[in-house]
């Protein structure tokens, strides 16, 4: 069994930063993405930032120059950094990653419930 457990949302004011954590658990061989995703009300769950096990990253247009993702490849997490956040911001932000659980296995997308960002005006 894999896990993916985020923490870290919350309410804030618009301007300010949050820090999301997502650690895997498990019977984990390796991992290989990571990344994070959002989904507004009434909107479709859209990328974030995604980040390879080697460290490249890519961003959505709107996280460019706010946000950085980043992970921790002993403690099986990924982190999104948020900076200058907008009341458009406010969105269930969810962490994905593939991951193998046993050796010469490719892996498969797990994903986490979810944590709440709230940014007011």
């Known amino acids: 069994q894999v896990q993916l457990v985020e923490s870290g949302g919350g309410l804030v004011q618009a301007g300010g930063s949050l820090r999301l954590s997502c650690a895997a658990s498990?019977?984990?061989?390796?991992?290989?993405?990571m990344g994070w995703y959002r989904q507004a009300p009434g909107k479709q769950r859209e990328l974030v930032a995604h980040i390879t096990s080697g460290g490249s990253t890519n961003y959505a247009d709107y996280a460019k120059g706010r946000f950085t993702i980043s992970r921790d490849n002993y403690l099986n997490t990924v982190y999104l950094q948020m900076t200058s956040l907008k009341p458009e911001d406010t969105a269930v932000y969810y962490c994905t990653s593939q991951i193998a659980t046993m050796i010469g296995e490719y892996g498969m997308d797990y994903w986490g419930k979810g944590t709440l960002v709230t940014v007011s005006s």
């Open positions: 498990g019977t984990i061989f390796s991992i290989n993405a």
